[in-house]
């Protein structure tokens, strides 16, 4: 499995960046998709997460991006999204999105359950 993120980049207090995390074909359709920030000097964080089961997608946003962030998947097109809205300089470190098997019908925030992971990609945010 792999994992290829994109969409990163530098925006203003308040703007909006969509990032897009392809995953290699073949990959399960019954797994977590999880994006992670990290800032420096930071501990990795899990920002949203999404999964695919009995035809419906399900999803969970961490509070401090909730209501500005949005988690979607394609599967049609395996990618999945995260849609930033209202960004502040406290969303600004790397982003990356991450794989893990479904376990117990829902995904973990917790970095050490994803065994899969993309390379990253910049946000910065300035004022």
């Known amino acids: 499995v792999q994992l290829a993120e994109s969409g990163g980049g530098s925006v203003e207090t308040g703007g909006s960046l969509r990032l897009s995390c392809v995953v290699s074909?073949?990959?399960?359709?019954?797994?977590?998709l999880g994006w992670f920030r990290q800032a420096p000097g930071k501990e990795r964080e899990a920002v949203a997460t999404?999964?695919?089961?009995?035809?419906?997608?399900?999803?969970y946003h961490s509070p401090s991006v909730n209501g500005r962030f949005t988690v979607s998947q394609d599967n049609d097109k395996n990618t999945a999204y995260l849609q930033m809205s209202n960004l502040q300089s406290e969303d600004a470190a790397m982003y990356y999105c991450?794989?893990?098997?479904?376990?117990?019908?829902?995904?973990?925030?917790?970095?050490?359950?994803?065994?899969?992971w993309g390379q990253g990609t910049q946000v910065t945010v300035s004022s």
């Open positions: 991450a794989s893990s098997p479904l376990r117990g019908g829902s995904c973990s925030i917790l970095p050490r359950a994803y065994n899969y």
């Open positions: 074909p073949g990959m399960d359709k019954k797994r977590c």
């Open positions: 999404i999964r695919y089961d009995s035809d419906a997608y399900y999803a």
